[in-house]
């Protein structure tokens, strides 16, 4: 891991890592303050409160889905920094909005009428400034790194993302929701900054015509990557695991409240607790596999995530509750004495997702050819995003059929069963000859 974290001093790697990071705490900051702070102070009632939750990640969801295709179609025809620079740029202006709704509703003006909207207009904005970022913040990877580089700089921006999201989670659970208003707009500022210093990235490919019929462009990608079986089995196994990860984001809150009894704070967090335990997860991956792009602890890795899942359901089982009308503070809840096993369950639940998940982003960048890098991450996202809003609409159904929040938790443990399978397929499929940079789309 020296290596990778040598990386830290190096113009071609810092800015973009700090870019990403701002981002990411962004995305964060903004979305868990309006979640919490609606589900808190806003509903009171479990399925409202769920069926919020999963309507915001799936709103934020959307645009990957829509316009993944046209995103890796610019990265990799265009200049990668320029289209930085852009982004980051918009993401000011974004959360402009944003701050506004959340201004509004802290007010109390117009909450339901102008206040909540403004806020998933932001939110659906920052969708659609993360589709077009996610795929550049991977694919100039390979770019302005060595090939030895990149699977430690892939686990050093997985690592950071996930920094990044415990830093603006904690901030959301334990900030005034009018203070995050004005944080997030500075936070886009600083990005913006950021963003200006990364190096150029100019295309290695001539550049083409955008395709802006994204139901074309996108199946015409998605087709792309069937030609090669490691990157579409890797495409997959990602898809399943934020599927998971989804439905679990959106349980947190809820579950937190009405089956926990505690507060937004502990709310908050569960959401650091699992941030932390993905980035211990990368930096670990990354040591075991001295810098080889491998599936071969994916498997088991998935699995104990799916155990860990099924622990933690047996801890809300038997956890006590507060009073009627009364939430734990992060105090009172650190001394119950079902606390440690809740927190070790959600963490082993976010180091051995972690473990999973990193070396299958490597070798989306490794397998193909630089200049096809970004569309290739662009497919993934694709399939991702219409993964993960599945999953937001699985738990809907479920809420909605009377399906009490902690028994969904199962249906995330039973598909680390399927996540370990595809992490085996693509693991013997490694291990078949194959040329390098075999996909073209």
């Known amino acids: 891991m020296a290596s990778a974290g040598a990386l830290l001093n190096k113009r071609r790697f810092l800015p973009l890592f700090v870019t990403q990071l701002l981002g990411a705490f962004n995305d964060n900051l903004y979305k868990n303050a309006m979640v919490l702070f609606v589900v808190y102070s ?86 659609i400034h993360s589709t077009f970022f996610g795929p550049i913040k991977y694919a100039i990877l390979p770019q ?11 686990g050093l921006v997985e690592a950071g993302t996930y920094i990044a999201i415990l830093l603006g989670t904690i901030l959301a659970g334990w900030i005034p929701v009018e203070v995050a208003g004005v944080a997030v707009v500075l936070t886009a ?11 150029p990235a100019p295309p290695m490919t001539e ?30 196994a990602i898809s399943f695991f934020w599927t998971i990860g989804a439905v679990l984001f959106i349980q947190f809150p809820p579950l937190a409240k009405n089956v926990l ?7 908050s967090l569960f959401l650091v607790v699992f941030s932390v335990g993905v980035a211990i997860g990368s930096v670990a991956i990354n040591a075991l596999l001295k810098g080889t792009v491998s599936a071969r602890y994916s498997p088991v890795s998935v699995i104990v995530m799916g155990l860990f899942v099924v622990a933690f359901f047996f801890v809300c089982r038997q956890w006590v509750p507060d009073e009627p009308g009364s939430l734990f503070s992060v105090g009172e809840f650190v001394t119950h004495p079902m606390a440690i096993p809740l927190l070790a ?10 473990m999973f998940v990193v070396p299958l982003y490597a070798f989306l960048t490794t397998t193909v050819h630089k200049s096809e890098a970004a569309r290739t991450i662009a497919a993934n ?30 249906l995330s443990a039973a598909m680390c069963i399927i996540a370990a399978w595809l992490g085996h397929l693509l693991h013997q ?13």
């Open 144 to 154: 302005h790194l060595n090939d030895e580089e990149v699977l430690g700089g892939t």
């Open 207 to 236: 550049a083409t015509r955008l395709d802006f019929n994204f139901i074309r462009a996108s199946i015409a990608l998605i087709k792309a990557t069937t030609r090669v079986r490691r990157v579409f089995l890797a495409i997959v």
């Open 381 to 410: 996202n694709i399939v991702n995003s219409g993964a993960m809003v599945i999953g937001s609409l699985i738990a809907i159904g479920l809420s909605l059929a009377g399906v009490d929040v902690i028994y969904q938790l199962l």
């Open 42 to 127: 806003v509903y009171n009632d479990e399925t409202a409160e769920t069926w919020f939750s999963a309507i915001a990640t799936a709103i934020f969801i959307l645009p990957f889905f829509l316009l993944s295709a046209l995103a890796g179609q610019l990265a990799d025809t265009r200049d990668k920094a320029v289209i930085i620079r852009i982004v980051k740029f918009c993401e000011i202006i974004i959360m402009l909005v944003g701050g506004t709704g959340l201004y509004m509703a802290w007010a109390g003006l117009a909450v339901h009428t102008i206040a909540i909207p403004l806020m998933m207009l932001a939110l659906f904005a920052m969708g």
């Open 429 to 441: 499929a490694s291990l078949e000859p194959h040329g390098d940079h075999e996909f073209d789309v």
């Open 261 to 267: 009894t505690a507060s937004k704070e502990v709310a």
């Open 345 to 354: 369950s959600l963490l082993g639940i976010a180091v051995a997702g972690g």
């Open 189 to 199: 500022m600083i990005g913006y900054a950021t963003g200006r210093q990364v190096p």
